[in-house]
């Protein structure tokens, strides 16, 4: 376990008792904000009444930004900066998911920055040191990023999608409201649990490093919650237990607390990721075709015992078995979670998806030699996995 510093300063306000805090959390930066949200659904939900409702009862001037996609582009990450700069905004408001959140990170970043383009601050010719101050209000349980320091970005004029991490992204203040997350989808639910399971194996519960044991059984707790709650939300997605339960374990999920003294390659997001940039698919969905033959791939006598100590814990597998046999069936537990009672298609096939870039996906994601995480992997290792998954 390395030496670690910790502090997460975004204030949370919890419950939709909490929302009428919104127009004096804003008015604390100033007057102007930008609305940043996705593709409309929170006004069908009248999520964006509620929220305008608060900004005019501050006295907010208000402009906006609709249309961030499922994987924000950096060229809307750049129309928002514009917005900024030209109006002189104060604040942005980010309504919605991991998408638009770490769209409007982005637009909180370059709206300060000697560039007008967030890529610049992705490739790092650009420095940043300070940025627009983010509040969330988040719509759907996945991502985290509501309370994290990260943004992930696409551009998919070069097919990359990357990102920029910085303690000024982490948001000054977020809302979360389960309410506003009973009309999210079967899919989009299903893919945020995914999300939320993958953030705590990927970045910290599948490590080679040591770590304290209160953190691995409170990442174990997390994974419980969302085994127990997603198949709730999927089938009552008005269950208000249901929903909060999620909506807290995504932000605990990556809000640095549990990655404390962690510090390794994240090797799921990094395949992911390049799915996701070449076939702009949805990265939970990614995730989940991804993750469990990447736990195949990297089985053997040394990372068994953690496998199976995941599927005893949290997937309820029985412990008398071998450590090997055990953590195959901690495997396929985890196979009939996410296809049969998430029921997300299990292969890149079915997404329509063939190895075509493959060769392409594996030089990238080991451009600076093998990745270092929960086991090393080589370029042969990540086309291996790609292959698995078709």
Known sequence: MYNFQFENTTKVYFGMDNFEHLKDACRSFGKKVLLVYGGGSIKRTGVYDKVVAQLSDAGMEIFELSGVEPNPRHTTVNKGAK????????????????????????ICATALSDTDDVWDLVERKVPY??????????????????????AVISNMDKNIKSGIMNDILRPKVTFEVPEFTFSVPKYQTACGSVDIMSHLFDVSYFSAQEEMSMIKGMEEELLRTVVKFAPIAFHEPENYEARANL?????WALNSFLTCGIRHMTVCHMLEHELSAFYDITHGHGLAIVTPRWLRYILNDETAKDIYRFGINVMGVSKEMEEKEGALASIEALEKFFFETLELKSTLTDLGITDKDFETMADR?????PIQGYTQLTKEDVLNIYKMCL
């Open 83 to 106: 917005i900024c700069r030209e109006n002189n905004v104060d604040v942005v408001l980010a309504v919605g998911g991991g998408s638009t959140i770490d769209c409007s990170k982005g």
């Open 129 to 150: 040191d300070k940025a627009l101050p983010l509040i969330t209000i988040v719509t759907i349980a996945a991502t985290g990023s509501e309370m994290d320091t990260g």
């Open 247 to 251: 909506m807290w374990a995504s932000s």
């Open 365 to 369: 994601v080991t451009a600076w030699g």
